[in-house]
T-cell receptor
Framework: DGGITQSPKYLFRKEGQNVTLSCEQN?????MYWYRQDPGQGLRLIYY???????QKGDIAEGYSVSREKKESFPLTVTSAQKNPTAFYLC?????????FGQGTRLTVV | AQSVTQLDSQVPVFEEAPVELRCNYS??????LFWYVQYPNQGLQLLLK??????LVKGINGFEAEFNKSQTSFHLRKPSVHISDTAEYFC????????????FGGGTRLMVKP
């Protein structure tokens, strides 16, 4: 089946550590996105990429980094510079004005 | 820049009653409009979308929405809700000249009571 796969589903991080969230899609979409979701809030855009080897900062990029070396993959690294990383992270891909979402990764700082 | 406002953060409703979830947007260009549903600890699933054409759009699970350009609104409706409709609903907008990037509203939690 075509879709977007995020892994892991749950992730625990110690303070000061970097962690990388995986996002893979087999929909052949050019555009991919990372969103952060906090309780009771909407989705906020972290980074997006509209083509391989190119990506742009979204509204809340500080403390995060991404790469887009392959069309299928758009991993997100949450660095130690991110002050409050505990949140639900959603990856999406899109084509023709419709976005498809993965099942999310819940990151908790312990 | 585009923005989306969902006027109600929570909407409690009894089972089999009608419901309307409100969404207003602001944009200086033509837009595409979407409603997504999110069940706990899951990703977002597309309910319906407006790209062009008829302003009344029908989606999955019996939901529909009407695009009103003069009022810049895209309210979501269902004539009779079920317990299984309990979820978070997000309205989103994509501008025609901004690729496919979506801007989301803050979400509305629909709580269906027996």
């Amino acid at each position: 089946d075509g879709g977007i796969t995020q892994s892991p589903k749950y992730l625990f991080r110690k303070e000061g550590q970097n962690v990388t969230l995986s996002c893979e899609q087999n929909l052949n979409h050019d555009a991919m996105y990372w969103y952060r979701q906090d309780p009771g809030q909407g989705l906020r855009l972290i980074y997006y990429s509209q083509i391989v080897n190119d990506f742009q900062k979204g509204d809340i990029a500080e403390g995060y980094s991404v790469s887009r070396e392959k069309k299928e993959s758009f991993p997100l690294t949450v660095t130690s510079a991110q002050k409050n990383p505990t949140a639900f992270y959603l990856c999406a891909s899109s084509r023709a004005a419709e976005a498809f979402f993965g099942q999310g990764t819940r990151l908790t700082v312990v | 820049a585009q923005s989306v406002t969902q006027l109600d953060s929570q909407v409690p409703v009894f089972e089999e009653a009608p419901v309307e979830l409100r969404c207003n947007y602001s944009s200086s260009v033509s837009v595409y409009l979407f409603w997504y549903v999110q069940y706990p600890n899951q990703g977002l699933q597309l309910l319906l979308k407006y790209l062009s054409g008829s302003t009344l759009v029908k989606g999955i699970n019996g939901f529909e929405a009407e695009f009103n350009k003069s009022q810049t609104s895209f309210h979501l409706r269902k004539p009779s809700v079920h317990i299984s409709d309990t979820a978070e609903y997000f309205c989103a907008v994509s501008e025609g000249n901004a690729g496919n990037m979506l801007t989301f509203g803050g979400g509305t939690r629909l709580m269906v009571k027996p």
